[in-house]
């Protein structure tokens, strides 16, 4: 009896750990390549941007919107309502200045490390965008901790845009980039999938009309 609780207690232990793998799997293992020294400038320069994260709407009716629908769909995965909120407001703010859409960026998070925030994958890639260590020697500095929430995304996003210039704009070949599996269809295919299935939003902008005749001035709001 005593050998087959212990086999039955192997079992258990070898399925717990494949579901673990699978889940990070797919985690982001960027490869090291060489930086043009004008590239290297200007992502240095988009890392060490030491702005205040704000949501940009035209409206902040718009902004909070987003936010409690964005919300309600993170809160099985993320309990805590407040650091729910600030990881919501990072990502808004890092894909914006990046040119990404937040939505996209969500999506890519949820396939990398299902929203742990010290998720650390077998070749070392870390925190919610896998970001490999890499990076920080190539254009940040070594003080950098890649599991503090708002760095991360910050490098994430840079280096998606980075590779997404590479491609000329094709967003497909850029995620294989980032994952470190160009031309394999399987990674750009979560992302986008999860992107349209789980975080796609539309919003009802004849909600957030103004009452007068002219659009209210766009602005930017903590």
Not at 34 to 43: E, I
Request: aromatic letters at 10%; a positive charge; glycine letters at 6%.
């Amino acid at each position: 009896m005593l050998k087959i609780f212990y086999l039955n207690l192997l079992a258990i232990s070898l399925a717990l750990a494949t579901l673990l793998n699978a889940s990070l799997s797919y985690a982001g293992s960027q490869i090291e390549e060489p930086l043009s020294n004008s590239v290297k400038a200007l992502m240095q320069r988009s890392i060490s941007d030491k702005a205040i994260p704000t949501l940009t709407f035209d409206t902040p009716q718009e902004g909070q919107a987003w936010l409690n629908e964005m919300s309600q769909r993170l809160k099985k995965r993320i309990p805590d309502d407040q650091y729910r909120e600030d990881l919501l407001r990072t990502v808004h703010y890092e894909a914006t200045r990046a040119g990404l859409d937040p939505q996209m960026v969500l999506g890519l998070i949820q396939v990398e490390s299902g929203f742990k925030k010290y998720a650390l994958s077998s070749v070392g890639a870390r925190g919610f965008m896998q970001v490999m260590p890499f990076w920080v020697r190539s254009i940040g500095n070594k003080e950098h901790n890649l599991f503090h929430l708002r760095l991360n995304l910050r490098y994430g996003c840079t280096i998606l845009r980075h590779y997404i210039n590479i491609e000329h704009g094709d967003l497909y070949r850029a995620l294989g980039r980032y994952n470190g599996s160009l031309g394999q269809p399987q990674y750009p295919n979560l992302v986008l999938g999860a992107w349209r299935r789980q975080w796609n939003y539309q919003p009802n902008y004849a909600e957030f009309a103004p009452k007068t005749l002219d659009r209210a001035p766009k602005n930017i709001y903590n």
